[in-house]
């Protein structure tokens, strides 16, 4: 069975095609669009063979991306399928599934209308996804679309852990409350870490840590708590993000600057963070390049946002009465050396022994051990695969079909 994982943004669409023949899996082809509805759009498609093709030209919607993607993957020199009838399925990354989804489904009419009703809650991500979606369904009308919600494997936080202390008709009413996003990677780790431990009653704190950061604490493959909430907006200090602030900051900044709460939200989404701190970029690459030729700004930004995420893994360890397995995932988190060892060092007195030789040499694609080997609690690196869980999902709800 053929599926193709279609995970769309504002202006891209991510594209993996994978072929299951029973629980066994290969990636036939994958590849990016970038620049929809911008201008000199781009393709990298990787195809036949693995090699990668550049293709060029303006694409003015996720329906026009989506026609190009398709005469890629069909393309009789390097596509990698005869016809996209070969397509049993199309798998879509959906950011928000509020309170409706707590798994992924078929995206029937139904489910789609609840979808829509949910663009408030996602006003970034939302319409993208859906009119990847919308353009499946005009392009290939007979095959099945897949959602699977970013939230999703969040559902299972208890009312405790998902409620802010506002007055409760906030929650009735407009159903304001903790959702948590990345919810595809830290299910994935969270698996990978259990079954590296031998034991599904493990208890992980997950840390994806990418241009977008959150951390989870999971207990028997359920989230206890996350730290996202509503918005991706909350938790830790992010690339570009705020994470947690007092929000009478918000009041504040108006009274100064005489600017809209929205555009305050942009600045707490867009401009914060890392590079609010730095000055210099949200790429973690380029603040720790400045941070090392005497950049106390640059310094500070990393030492910000290597501190929040340790003061969450302390609540998180908290929150399950101790924990089995940190997880490091996502950009920062299987890439950065340095960064898992800002975080994670020096936290013996925890139960906490981390390994500063095993830290320099982690596997590209498998689960690493960074901790001493007397650690109470694991260290691991676990590379993220948010693709592969999309597709797993769609594969089992469209086998038996
Ligand atoms: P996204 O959330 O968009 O999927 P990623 O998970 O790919 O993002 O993470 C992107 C982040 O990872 C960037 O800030 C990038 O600088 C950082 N990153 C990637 N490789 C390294 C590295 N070797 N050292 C430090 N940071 C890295």
Redesign the pocket.
């Known amino acids: 069975m053929t599926i193709l994982v279609l995970n769309a943004g504002s202006s891209s669409l991510k594209y993996q095609l994978f072929k299951f023949s029973g629980d066994s899996y290969n990636v036939l082809s994958k590849g990016t669009v970038e620049r929809i509805a911008i201008g000199d759009s781009l393709i990298t498609h990787k195809g036949k063979g693995g090699a990668e093709i550049k293709i060029t030209g303006n694409i003015d919607s996720h329906t026009e991306a989506l026609k190009k993607v398709f005469e890629a993957l069909c393309d009789k020199e390097y596509g990698v399928i005869k016809n996209v009838g070969e397509i049993s399925a199309f798998g879509h990354r959906i950011l928000h599934g509020a309170e409706d989804f707590g798994s992924s489904v078929i995206l029937t009419e139904e489910n789609l209308e609840k979808c829509r009703k949910n663009i408030e809650l996602g006003p970034l991500h939302m319409p993208a996804n859906l009119s990847c979606v919308e353009a499946c369904k005009q392009l290939i009308s007979s095959t099945p679309n897949v959602g699977v919600f970013d939230t999703a494997f969040h559902s299972t936080m208890s009312k405790t852990a998902y409620m802010y202390a506002i007055p409760y008709e906030y929650y009735t009413d407009y159903k304001i409350r903790k959702y948590g996003f990345h919810g595809t990677s830290h299910r994935y780790v969270s698996g990978e870490a259990a079954a590296y431990l031998d034991n599904a009653e493990s208890k992980i704190i997950t840390c994806h ?4 950061s959150s951390i989870a604490a999971v207990k028997g493959g359920k989230v206890v708590d996350t730290s996202m909430g509503l918005t991706p907006l909350e938790g830790l200090a992010m ?1 570009t993000r705020s994470g947690d602030i007092d929000p009478a900051v918000i009041e504040f900044i108006m009274q100064k600057t005489d600017k809209s709460i929205s555009e305050i939200l942009n600045i707490l989404n867009k401009k914060s963070g890392v590079l609010g701190i730095s000055g210099i970029s ?5 603040v ?1 390049t400045a941070a090392e030729a005497g950049n106390e700004r640059a310094e500070l930004g990393l030492a910000m946002f290597a501190y929040r995420v340790r003061k969450y893994i302390g609540s998180y360890l908290a929150a399950l009465n101790g924990a089995d397995a940190i997880v490091f995932t ?3 988190g ?6 898992r060892e800002r975080i994670i060092s020096g936290l013996d007195g925890l139960g906490i022994e981390f390994d500063a030789e095993k830290n320099q040499s982690v596997k590209r694609n498998a689960v690493s051990e960074i901790n001493k080997t007397a650690s109470r609690i694991k260290i691991l690196v676990i590379p993220t695969d948010e693709e592969l869980v999309i597709a797993r999902e769609t594969y089992e709800l469209v086998k038996t079909k």
């Open positions: 840590l990418g241009n977008g690339g949200s790429d973690f690459r380029d720790t996502g950009g920062i299987e890439n950065s050396v340095k960064m």
